[in-house]
């Protein structure tokens, strides 16, 4: 994003930089929820269990890392 104040200015840049992190927050958030949806079928794909409990450590463990 340094390299756009040359064309948008010193403050040009914020739209740009906004967008930026809500595609970064967009994207993490769709790789978490990702992870728990897959530790939920390989739990099921095992014959564990794979309810909402399970989600909820997943998601915690997904988080923490």
């Not at 403050?11 to 809500?22: E, K, N, Q, T």
């Not at 099921?44 to 998601?59: E, F, N, R, T």
Request: hydrophobic share 60%; glycine share 10%; with cysteine.
């Amino acid at each position: 994003m340094i390299l756009s104040r040359s064309v948008y200015g010193v403050r040009g840049s914020r739209l740009p930089a906004a967008i930026s992190w809500l595609l970064c927050v967009g994207w993490e958030t769709f790789l978490c929820v990702l992870a728990v949806l897959a530790t939920s079928a390989v739990f099921s794909k095992l014959g564990w269990s794979s309810g909402d409990g399970v989600k909820v450590v997943a998601m915690v463990v997904v988080a923490a890392l």
